[in-house]
């Protein structure tokens, strides 16, 4: 069963699309426990974080794995996953490290940009926009009523009661 017949999804569980690049990172700690429901996740991530192309996209990354589960301050087996991760930026962030690996690795590479986490401007016309584009759809719904309402009428024209416009 090569890598080439499977389905998209299973290649990239296979780490043959989402290669683990830690370009960018300074320090990944992947903390979790293997009593945690969907800990495989972690686990997965823990081992793409260090197979070689990813020690070689960036050999000062430092990649923790601190299971709960053999050290001294144990958790419930309850506990969510998470992947503590500090940019090259200074941003050190949490997320869950659960769920699809691929999607994880996307969200981690989105977040090296620094403009990830800087604060949205809100601009200052945002309501007469919504007003305008709020007036704009009225006016098309109001069109297409009347649009509707004419060829009702078109229809109901031509003859006597019970007579219709197809017949010949």
């Not at 960018?24 to 996740?41: D, E, M, N, Q, Y």
């Not at 991760?85 to 969200?107: K, N, Q, S, W």
């Not at 604060?119 to 007036?135: A, G, H, Q, S």
Request: aromatic share 8%; charged share 35%.
């Amino acid at each position: 069963f090569s890598p080439g017949n499977t389905p998209c999804r299973e290649r990239a569980m296979a780490g043959v699309f989402a290669k683990f690049n830690l370009q960018g990172i300074k320090r990944l700690v992947i903390k979790t426990t293997h009593l945690a429901p969907k800990a495989g996740s972690s686990y997965d991530l823990w081992r793409r974080a260090t197979t070689k192309f990813a020690k070689d996209s960036n050999p000062d990354c430092k990649v923790e794995l601190v299971d709960f589960t053999e050290s001294p301050h144990n958790l419930p087996p309850t506990t969510t996953p998470v992947a503590e991760i500090t940019y090259e930026h200074g941003v050190t962030e949490e997320i869950e490290a659960m769920g699809f690996v691929p999607d994880l690795i996307r969200r981690i590479s989105d977040a090296k940009d620094p403009k990830f986490f800087a604060p949205v401007e809100e601009d200052e016309n945002w309501e007469k926009e919504m007003d305008e584009i709020y007036e704009i759809a009225i006016a098309r719904m109001k069109e297409k009523a009347a649009e509707k309402k004419r060829r009702r009428k078109q229809q109901a024209k031509p003859g006597k009661r019970g007579e219709s416009i197809f017949e010949i």
